[in-house]
């Protein structure tokens, strides 16, 4: 019985029109109009912790946009920390690990490796409560894409401080296998995850000299569909730009 709350709150996530139409504005790059969108969402339901992780997103591509670190960053770790808060006090692990996903990366932005390791065994023990319980969420699989990957590919002093802490050596196959299943079957995360899947093949792309250009390529074409998708989005404009063509 007690992941009843976690179980309906997996079932009923994806029938959030209402969370799609704040992120395809997010996507289009009205970025402020989302950030604007999901704040109104969050003041209609003040338990909801969704509203206020995408609010937090919208702040992130914003930053992205700018090509800043620091833009609203105080912002985004109180949204995503009030987040937390609300997903911790329904049991609703998904939107738990959600929220700890975006936060251990903003802490990992800011230097805070510790911090960010925390979140990210965090997140990884809640989307597994929640695939214990719903095999079929395939939007959990973007942050286990990204746990996954970015261990495999932390720097040596990184890898041992994350055995340490028990998070374990992450398999960067296994996380680009991950990311490839929340773009093509991911619901919420498809759009994000078809991103960063993008942004890992690049990196892929500068350390294998076999494979460079069949890897450039792909993530090439993964952010074109974006680019023709969302045209006014700058992050996706400024990728094609500066990642050269096979």
């Given at each position: 019985m007690r992941f009843l709350p976690l179980l309906l709150a997996v079932l009923q996530h994806p029938q959030r029109p209402d969370i799609r139409t704040g992120l395809d504005t997010i996507y289009s790059g009205a970025f402020p109009a989302g950030a604007r969108y999901f704040e109104a969402l969050a003041a209609k339901d003040t338990l909801d912790p969704a509203p206020l992780i995408f609010q937090a997103t919208a702040y992130i591509w914003w930053a992205e946009a700018k090509d800043s670190d620091d833009f609203e960053?105080?912002?985004?770790?109180?949204?995503?920390?009030?987040?937390?808060?609300?997903?911790?006090a329904d049991s609703n692990y998904f939107w738990l690990g959600t929220a700890l996903g975006y936060r251990a990366r903003e802490k990992d932005l800011h230097g805070?490796?510790?911090?960010?390791?925390?979140?990210?065994?965090?997140?990884?023990?809640?989307?597994?409560?929640?695939?214990?319980?719903?095999?079929?969420?395939?939007?959990?699989?973007?942050?286990?894409?990204?746990y996954h990957y970015g261990l495999a590919r932390a720097g040596g002093l990184a890898r041992l401080f994350a055995k340490i802490i028990g998070l374990g050596s992450g398999n960067a196959d296994t996380g680009i296998v991950d990311l490839r299943?929340?773009?093509?079957?991911?619901?919420?995360?498809?759009?994000?995850?078809?991103?960063?899947?993008?942004?890992?093949?690049?990196?892929?792309?500068?350390?294998?000299?076999?494979?460079?250009?069949?890897?450039?390529a792909e993530a090439r074409e993964l952010v074109g569909e974006l680019a023709s998708r969302y045209p006014a989005n700058p992050v996706f404009e400024r990728f094609l730009k500066e990642t050269p063509a096979p």
């Open positions: 960053a105080a912002r985004i770790d109180s949204l995503l920390d009030l987040a937390i808060a609300r997903a911790r805070s490796a510790l911090g960010a390791g925390k979140d990210a065994k965090s997140m990884r023990d809640a989307y597994a409560a929640v695939l214990a319980t719903d095999s079929a969420c395939e939007d959990c699989y973007l942050g286990l894409g990204v299943r929340a773009a093509k079957t991911g619901d919420l995360s498809k759009v994000e995850a078809t991103w960063v899947l993008a942004a890992a093949l690049e990196r892929e792309a500068g350390r294998d000299k076999a494979r460079r250009q069949a890897l450039r």
